[in-house]
């Protein structure tokens, strides 16, 4: 691609960068919008058009051309992320809902493990085939694939319980999601509906505030924003092929992370609480971390130590599907939160990768894991914080929601005194 559209200096480096400014322009307005029109019909029609602009890619002739088609596919696809993750929050409960959030979040690492054998296949295979490069047929292949997907979702996607009309569920199944929800103490949605103040009012929470940084601490304290492995592997003269197969093990042991932290998190083992698998699983990177700033250590502890860092990645999943739980009251503000911490960690993200993960330091990266390690602990502390704000909101609930009971038994005992008075007069 570099030189069938002769692309020179940091033009790469600004191609990233324009998908980054239409990935993270479109969040807030996705969220607002996905209550609006129907997430049937809204989300699958970003996917249409990330889809159409994918397509668009493959035929591009300059650099210009490719920018714009670059920030537009990172404008359509922010929809998709926050509104998911919203949506899933949205149908279930307390005991349900991390299950669910993780499989959709491991769908990140399978395809991180399949994508580098499609685009060697595709280079490989395809290069020169009907007239086109190894790097159109990639946007041809992720055009073809995208497709499908948009179409099934104008289908099979159900919408929030409020407002579903899906096929596959019944009207009575629409009550009883909806009354799961009223049960778990969660608003509904439309209860504290989007107007000119909305965002002022959620800026009032300690919520929107404490959790975007949390999510960026969370995928800082994640060591994946270099292929430490792959450049180690590289150093120490592994063959092409070692190079491009051993990391997806890696990918391998997230999704297995991913899973089981769901599974266990929403079980009773845990009763339904999220900050212990969080701090469990993050334990893994701080070990991993540390095994690797020591450096000269045995090649199996080397191995195990690239391994165990990818538990890390069960902690995103979980850490989204607290969010209900701790914004009960307000069904519009979960959505938002979840779009700007999303939004945060990607703005956050650009100076840190440049900070500390330095393409310099490879293969050891020593600042890099030294910020994994130190961030890991920050982040048990954060989200131990994050429990004490929850506990301390939940006491002034239960204390205002306790004195309200005791004013209306007042009004009953004035009104049954009154009534006796008059029967008394009588």
């Known amino acids: 691609m570099k030189e069938a559209l002769n692309m020179g200096g940091s033009e790469l480096t600004y191609m990233d960068n324009v998908f980054t400014a239409g990935y993270v322009i479109g969040q807030i307005p996705a969220v607002i919008l996905v209550t609006r029109v129907r997430p049937s019909l809204f989300i699958p029609t970003c996917e249409l058009l990330w889809t159409v602009c994918t397509f668009c890619c493959s035929a591009v002739k300059t650099v210009e051309q490719l920018y714009a088609m670059r920030f537009l596919v990172g404008l359509f696809e922010s929809a998709y992320f926050p509104c998911i993750v919203y949506l899933i929050g949205s149908w279930y409960t307390t005991s349900e809902r991390a299950k669910r959030t993780t499989i959709f979040y491991s769908t990140t690492s399978l395809a991180t493990m399949f994508s580098g ?155 339904r609480r999220r900050w212990q698998i969080i701090t469990a699983m993050q334990l893994w990177t701080f070990i991993g971390s540390v095994i690797l700033l020591v450096w000269t250590i045995l090649l ?66 020593r600042p890099g894991f030294t910020a994994a390690a130190t961030c890991s602990i920050v982040l048990v502390l954060w989200i131990l914080g994050i429990r004490y704000l929850k506990g301390r909101e939940e006491a002034k609930r239960a204390i205002t929601a306790s004195s309200s009971d005791e004013e209306d038994v007042t009004e009953v005992d004035l009104r049954t005194q009154e009534i006796s008075k008059l029967e008394a007069e009588k």
């Open 117 to 271: 054998y499609l685009q060697a296949g595709a280079y490989d295979g395809l290069n020169g085939h009907l007239g086109y490069a190894g790097w159109q047929w990639l946007f041809i292949i992720c055009g073809v694939i995208g497709l499908p997907c948009a179409l099934i979702g104008f289908v099979c996607n159900p919408d929030f319980p409020e407002m579903t009309r899906a096929f596959f569920l019944t009207p009575e199944e629409f009550q009883l999601a909806r009354r799961r929800l009223e049960r778990e103490g969660l608003a509904a949605l439309g209860a504290s509906t989007w107007d000119r103040w909305k965002i002022l009012r959620i800026a009032r929470h300690w919520q929107t505030w404490v959790l975007p940084i949390g999510y960026f601490i969370v995928q800082a304290a994640c060591p994946n924003q270099q292929p430490t492995f792959e450049l180690w592997l590289k150093a120490e003269g592994y063959s092409v092929y070692e190079i491009n197969v051993l990391p997806t093990a890696q990918s391998a042991v997230a999704v297995v992370a991913q899973i089981a932290a769901g599974m266990l998190s929403d079980s009773p083992l845990f009763k």
């Open 300 to 365: 199996s502890a080397r191995f195990f130590a690239y391994f165990v860092l990818w538990v890390a990645y069960g902690v995103p999943g979980v850490y989204f599907a607290w969010f209900p739980d701790l914004m009960r009251d307000d069904h519009e503000m979960r959505g938002f939160v979840i779009a700007v911490s999303n939004m945060f960690c990607y703005i956050m993200m650009i100076w840190f990768d440049d900070a500390v993960w330095r393409t310099a330091e490879s293969p050891r990266f």
